[in-house]
């Protein structure tokens, strides 16, 4: 079983629209957990993390962690067509040793 | 400006062929991490450093080898012993280690023929 999965997608929404993006997590140690961005054919670039169950906000950006059901999700609200990437989602396993366990991505096209 | 550097971009060996890919960051993190992503999979972890002078393998560290002999530099060496080495190699840094946030280099495009 894989530490952290992700839909594949690809997930494809319509300019404005709300794009909804879930992830799952196998280690109930696990602590804290982060979305990220990236571009065909650019590194990752980090848009959100999240330590406490419920909802964090950043302008369009929600990022939403249930440890009870273990999951973690991404909102993007009135979403651009410049927001088109594969949003990668990682997490710890609430060990000291820090290192993330990565989703394979999910592929998001906002199409105008 | 702060932040992880990369070099060179692009990268082509021949098969055989050792060759050391340079990480470099000036943020002051204790934590350095290389990973590698192939076409259409996530980010798999070659070799993390939480201090100076110690590394441990990640779950890809055959053929890979690494060096953290100061807090600003991890380069990865990858080998002839490396069976598929044509990847994106990514190196990251975190403030230290324990659940902080990774930042990311731009990465090195590797191809070997």
């Known amino acids: 079983q894989k530490e952290v999965e992700q839909n594949s997608g690809p997930l494809s929404v319509p300019e404005g629209a709300i794009a909804s993006l879930n992830c799952t997590y196998s280690?109930?140690?696990?602590?804290?957990f982060f979305w990220y961005r990236q571009y065909s054919g650019k590194s990752p670039e980090l848009i959100m993390f999240?330590?406490?169950?419920g909802d964090k906000e950043d302008g369009r950006f929600t990022a939403q962690l249930n440890k009870a059901s273990q999951y973690v999700s991404l909102l993007i609200r009135d979403s651009q067509p410049s927001d088109s990437a594969t949003y990668l989602c990682?997490?710890?396993?609430?060990?000291?040793?820090?290192?993330?366990?990565f989703g394979r991505g999910t592929q998001l096209t906002v199409w105008p | 400006d702060g932040g992880i550097t990369q070099s060179p971009k692009y990268l082509f060996r021949k098969e055989g062929q050792n060759v050391t890919l340079s990480c470099e960051q000036n943020?002051?993190?204790?934590?350095m991490y290389w990973y590698r992503q192939d076409p259409g999979q996530g980010l798999r972890l070659i070799y993390y450093s939480q201090i100076v002078n110690d590394f441990q393998k990640g779950d890809i560290a055959e053929g890979y080898s690494v060096s953290r002999e100061k807090k600003e530099s991890f380069p990865l060496t990858v080998t002839s012993a490396q069976k598929n080495p044509t990847a994106f190699y990514l190196c990251?840094?975190?403030?230290?280690?324990?659940?902080?946030?990774?930042?990311f280099g731009p990465g090195t495009r590797l191809t070997v023929t």
């Open positions: 999240i330590y406490s169950n």
């Open positions: 280690d109930r140690g696990s602590q804290s």
């Open positions: 943020l002051n993190h204790d934590a």
């Open positions: 990682a997490g710890d396993r609430g060990s000291t040793l820090g290192r993330l366990y």
């Open positions: 990251a840094s975190s403030i230290r280690t324990g659940g902080s946030e990774q930042y």
